[in-house]
């Protein structure tokens, strides 16, 4: 009896449970608590045959958050400050900065003629000459170097009319790009300048004599670093301007042929030079050996006697 009274209990719980899940499926889709869309695509349909898509629910519409007003201002002036300073270095500078500079070897017939010319064609060009050096060979034959310094868009030309003085023997030309460097000098002397007005603006505010003396110490160094950027950017623009050519003029060495009499008596010179100027170095080094030798030969020959008469006449 017993065995059967648990079969029946067990069989009525299952009986009250699918009778409160069919209760449970039969009620409307609002009185039913949260569904699980992990599992199931749809909700349960009323007459068990499947899923039905859950509705649509309509998105929340977001709400922008303005910023604080203090920020935007901020932010702003810091934009159009980058702004101004990137335009004003890429719009004014863009153009490369180049200083060109060539050297030229050439073998002329007469001296003076043609460095009269390369006068006269620097000066047909606007340039001017920078540097100038000449002199005579042992063989009677003049050279000279000569350094000038002509317009960037003559420095083409100049070379040209130059090679016609005579025979080039060598030819060279470079470029060197700082353009870089001329903007990095450029934004370093905006940044001085504006740091140096606003030095002054602080020094109206100053209160007291310390205050001053600190203040003009400042000034004084910002100065300082304007004045060194600003001749650097000046020596570059003038290097960037005027090109660079250094000519070198000579006459050719005239062709002789000798029996060589002259070097023999040149190198038996040289010999002679050689063995007497030797000797008076071995002399240097012999002569404080020889007088103390000559000390120790005194004392031996001299005082070693005296000495040893006294004795035994004691």
């Given at each position: ?9 067990v ?6 449970a ?11 889709p609002?009185?039913k ?9 749809g909700?349960?349909?009323?007459g068990?045959g ?7 629910l ?6 922008p ?8 201002p901020?932010?702003a002036?810091?934009?159009?400050s ?5 335009s004003?270095?890429s ?11 060539a050297s ?5 017939e007469?001296f ?10 620097v000066?047909?060009?606007?340039g001017?000459?920078?540097?100038s ?5 042992d063989?009677g034959?003049?050279r000279g170097?000569?350094?000038i310094?002509?317009p ?7 070379i ?18 700082i353009?870089?460097?001329?903007i ?6 905006n ?7 606003r ?5 109206d ?25 600003t ?5 570059l623009?003038n290097?960037?301007?005027?090109a660079t050519?250094s000519?070198?003029?000579y ?10 009499i ?14 007497i100027?030797?000797?008076i ?18 004392v031996k020959?001299?005082?070693?006697p005296?000495l040893?008469?006294?004795?035994k006449?004691?």
């Amino acid at each position: 009896m017993k065995k059967y009274s648990k079969v029946a209990v067990v069989v009525l719980l299952c009986i009250l449970a699918a009778s409160a899940g069919f209760m449970l499926a039969s009620l409307p889709p609002g009185s039913k608590g949260p569904t699980d869309y992990s599992q199931q695509k749809g909700y349960p349909t009323g007459g068990g045959g499947g899923f039905a898509l859950p509705p649509e629910l309509p998105m929340p519409t977001p709400v922008p958050r303005a910023a604080p007003e203090p920020v935007m201002p901020r932010y702003a002036e810091k934009t159009m400050s980058v702004g101004t300073h990137e335009s004003r270095y890429s719009d004014a500078d863009t153009e490369r900065k180049i200083i060109q500079r060539a050297s030229l070897s050439i073998e002329v017939e007469d001296f003076q003629s043609s460095s009269d010319a390369v006068i006269n064609i620097v000066e047909r060009y606007n340039g001017f000459i920078s540097d100038s050096h000449s002199y005579v060979t042992d063989t009677g034959r003049k050279r000279g170097d000569i350094i000038i310094r002509v317009p960037t868009d003559k420095f083409l030309v100049v070379i040209a009319e130059m090679e016609h003085l005579g025979t080039v023997k060598s030819k060279s030309t470079s470029g060197e790009d700082i353009t870089e460097e001329y903007i990095d000098l450029k934004a370093r002397l905006n940044n001085s300048e504006r740091q140096e007005q606003r030095l002054l603006e602080i020094m109206d505010m100053a209160n007291n004599t310390k205050e001053v003396l600190e203040v003009e110490r400042e000034i004084w160094r910002v100065r300082t670093e304007i004045e060194r950027l600003t001749g650097r950017i000046k020596y570059l623009e003038n290097r960037v301007e005027l090109a660079t050519i250094s000519v070198s003029l000579y006459e050719p060495e005239p062709i002789t042929h000798s029996w060589g009499i002259r070097d023999a008596i040149r190198s038996a010179f040289g010999g002679f030079v050689s063995v007497i100027r030797g000797l008076i170095i071995l002399v240097g080094y012999a002569l404080p050996i020889l007088i103390l030798v000559g000390l120790g030969w005194l004392v031996k020959s001299k005082l070693m006697p005296r000495l040893r008469r006294k004795n035994k006449s004691k």
